[in-house]
């Protein structure tokens, strides 16, 4: 595990300008509300996750002092996808680290104040942002997919309350695409948040 100096290096790519077709916006905050993220229109989705490294992910952010739980009992993490052009950070940016574990393409990002778990972003310049659906409290969308099922614990019994996959399914795969069109063909309007 290890966290990099600066947290404006995590950010770089999220909060690029807001269209004006994303009417409403629902706020995410930290457990003790010292961080705030703005999040833009509808959510691409809602998944649940159950890749090795989301699970040693969440344990590590979960072994934090004082964290809140990250994993479902059955060893899924849960995250809110949205298009990074759509996320703002209004309040407490500078309160965000990174923990990145080993060389793995991804990192979560917590709040310090109160190692609440907010984001995880990927290294690469991907066209989304996976919010963890805890910081929605009750404005968590619905969910939609079970994801990478395959590395579940073989001790877990994963719900039937949406359809599951043991990786990646084509709905979700239609659906981050249909995204990345929408986000190149919607005109920036807003100021650019450069976080």
Request: proline content about 6%.
């Amino acid at each position: 595990m290890s966290a990099a100096a600066a947290p404006d290096r995590v950010f770089k790519s999220v909060g690029r300008p807001i269209s004006e077709e994303a009417q409403t916006s629902v706020l995410v905050r930290c457990s003790c509300g010292s961080v705030e993220m703005k999040v833009y229109g509808a959510p691409i989705t809602s998944a649940v996750c159950y890749c090795d490294t989301c699970q040693i992910g969440s344990r590590e952010l979960e072994a934090l002092p004082n964290a809140r739980p990250v994993q479902d009992e059955d060893g899924g993490t849960a995250y809110v996808m949205h298009r990074s052009d759509r996320v703002a950070y209004s309040k407490g940016v500078e309160l965000l680290s990174p923990l990145k574990i080993d060389e793995t393409a991804t990192r979560r990002v917590f709040a310090s104040c109160c190692n609440s778990a907010m984001v995880m972003r990927f290294d690469d310049a991907r066209h989304w942002v996976a919010l963890y659906r805890a910081r929605f409290e009750s404005e968590a969308p619905a969910l939609e997919f079970r994801i990478c099922t395959k590395f579940k614990s073989a001790t877990a019994a994963i719900p039937n309350d949406v359809p599951r996959s043991a990786m990646y399914p084509p709905g979700l795969i239609v659906k981050l695409i249909k995204a990345k069109i929408a986000m190149i063909l919607s005109a920036p309007l807003a100021a650019s948040v450069d976080r």
